[in-house]
């Protein structure tokens, strides 16, 4: 597999962007999806679990540049998608 991105299932109820990096609305759930092909910083139109990415907010977050901790941003951790986090565990 190519590079994995990190996405963001938002709740759209809330819709004010703390900061720059902060997901616009309340993250319900924290996918990985594989990279589109050719295009490293897009994702494909699926996460690992099988979810459409096209509502999915991309995360700054990279696995790779992460590889001593866990694949998912550490404050997001309730949040993860246990079906990708099986993939990723893999």
Sequence with gaps: MGGVLIVYELDKA?????????PLGA?????????????PTATGPRTLCGKDTFAMETACWKPSEHPEGPWYPEEYASA????????MET
């Design 80 to 87: 993860v998608c246990p079906d990708c986090d099986a993939v």
């Design 27 to 39: 993250v319900r759930r924290v996918h990985a999806a594989p990279a589109a092909p050719g295009t």
């Design 14 to 22: 809330a819709t004010t962007r703390a900061s720059p990096g902060v």
